[in-house]
T-cell receptor, first 114, second 109 residues
Framework: DAGVIQSPRHEVTEMGQEVTLRCKPI?????LFWYRQTMMRGLELLIY????????DSGMPEDRFSAKMPNASFSTLKIQPSEPRDSAVYFC????????????FGNGTRLTVT | QKEVEQNSGPLSVPEGAIASLNCTYS??????FFWYRQYSGKSPELIMS????GDKEDGRFTAQLNKASQYVSLLIRDSQPSDSATYLC?????????FGKGNQVVVIP
C-alpha cells in the first residue's frame, strides 16, 4: 500500500502565480479531503469529495481556491492567483467510508508564496 | 463555538510522568473522536479512537470520553522522549473530521 501520495512536497512561488497541488488517494478509498495547516489556525478542512463528487466546500477560503476530482485516483487543489497568506502546509487525506479504518494523510505540500 | 477546541499551551513533562491532554467539542461533531500525533514536519497519524463514554486503553495511551460534558482527554503514561510531538484532537460529524489546533508535548529526559 503506497499510502496517500501528494506532489509536490515543496512549492515556492511568487504572489500572483497559479499553484496546483496534486493528490492520489489510497486505492479503494471513496472519500478524499483537502486540509490546510498553519500555526495560527491549525488544521482546517477546505473541501471533501465522496465518490468523486464535492460534498462540502464551505472551508474553501475564497474563489481563488478550486478543487477537482476527475476520477477516483486523482484530485487537484488550485490557487489562482496565489497570495502570501496562502503559505501553509496542505494535506490530502483519504478514507473508505462505512468502515472503521482511519483517515490516512499524505505527506503534505509545503507552499510558500513570496 | 469551534467544533473542536484545544486550549492548553505547550505541555512539558519529565520522562516517566503522565501527560494529560484535553479537548472540548460542539454538537456538530458528536459521532466519534480521535487523537492524532504529529511529529514536526510530518503528517498526522492516528493513535487512538473512541466512540462511547468511558475509558479506552491502548498500551501507554488512555482516551476518555465524556459526552455529557462534551470533552475528550488523552493520557500518556510513562512518557518517553519519543512522545514529544503535537497531539491533535478530532471529532467526526457529517462524514468528515474537524480538528483542534493541537497541543505540543515536550518530554524532558
Amino acid at each position: 500500500d503506497a499510502g496517500v501520495i501528494q506532489s509536490p512536497r515543496h512549492e515556492v512561488t511568487e504572489m500572483g502565480q497559479e499553484v496546483t497541488l496534486r493528490c492520489k488517494p489510497i486505492s479503494g478509498h471513496n472519500s478524499l479531503f483537502w486540509y490546510r495547516q498553519t500555526m495560527m489556525r491549525g488544521l482546517e478542512l477546505l473541501i471533501y469529495f465522496n465518490n468523486n463528487v464535492p460534498i462540502d466546500d464551505s472551508g474553501m477560503p475564497e474563489d481563488r481556491f478550486s478543487a477537482k476530482m476527475p476520477n477516483a485516483s486523482f484530485s487537484t487543489l488550485k490557487i489562482q492567483p496565489s497570495e502570501p497568506r496562502d503559505s501553509a502546509v496542505y494535506f490530502c487525506a483519504s478514507i473508505q467510508t462505512g468502515t472503521n479504518s482511519p483517515l490516512h494523510f499524505g505527506n503534505g505540500t509545503r507552499l510558500t508564496v513570496t | 463555538q469551534k467544533e473542536v477546541e484545544q486550549n492548553s499551551g505547550p505541555l512539558s513533562v519529565p520522562e516517566g510522568a503522565i501527560a494529560s491532554l484535553n479537548c472540548t467539542y460542539s454538537d456538530r461533531v458528536s459521532q466519534s473522536f480521535f487523537w492524532y500525533r504529529q511529529y514536526s514536519g510530518k503528517s498526522p497519524e492516528l493513535i487512538m479512537s473512541i466512540y462511547s463514554n468511558g475509558d479506552k486503553e491502548d498500551g501507554r495511551f488512555t482516551a476518555q470520553l465524556n459526552k455529557a460534558s462534551q470533552y475528550v482527554s488523552l493520557l500518556i503514561r510513562d512518557s518517553q522522549p519519543s512522545d514529544s510531538a503535537t497531539y491533535l484532537c478530532a471529532g467526526k460529524g457529517n462524514n468528515r473530521l474537524a480538528f483542534g489546533k493541537g497541543n505540543q508535548v515536550v518530554v524532558i529526559p
